[in-house]
Nanobody, 126 residues
Framework: QVQLVESGGGLVQVGGSLRLSCAAS????????MGWFRQAPGKERDFVAA????????NYHDSVKGRFTISRDNAKNTLYLQMDSLKPEDTAVYYC???????????????????WGQGTQVTVSS
């Protein structure tokens, strides 16, 4: 059973930066796509960014392109999300996810992910 644990969230001012981490345990996840999603109060869980198994391909929601960077360290079984130039609308609970299928490309659909972390709160204050 794969377990995902996010960390690195917190309170930051507009224009600031945070780096989220997602540590995987229970299995080696280096062969599988992973992604980040976020959910603001009263809204659905939305796609933020995704990365393929070796980090060679990434995909971003338009709202975070140029500001967020997804990466992974397969030796450490860890996924990252570097968030720069943060805006109040980035405030949400951020979740990492794992797609337990061997794919060449990043996985974009929320329903295609099999494992989820518990989430970490990111609050951007103005």
């Amino acid at each position: 059973q794969v377990q995902l644990v996010e960390s690195g969230g917190g309170l930051v001012q507009v224009g600031g930066s945070l780096r989220l981490s997602c540590a995987a345990s229970g299995a080696a996840v280096s062969s599988f796509p992973m992604g980040w999603f976020r959910q603001a109060p009263g809204k659905e869980r939305d796609f933020v960014a995704a990365i393929n198994w070796n980090g060679g391909r990434t995909n971003y929601h338009d709202s975070v392109k140029g500001r967020f960077t997804i990466s992974r360290d397969n030796a450490k079984n860890t996924l990252y999300l570097q968030m720069d130039s943060l805006k109040p609308e980035d405030t949400a609970v951020y979740y990492c996810a794992l797609d337990w299928r061997h794919r060449l490309d990043p996985t974009l659909g929320r329903d295609e992910y099999d494992y989820w972390g518990q989430g970490t709160q990111v609050t951007v204050s103005s």
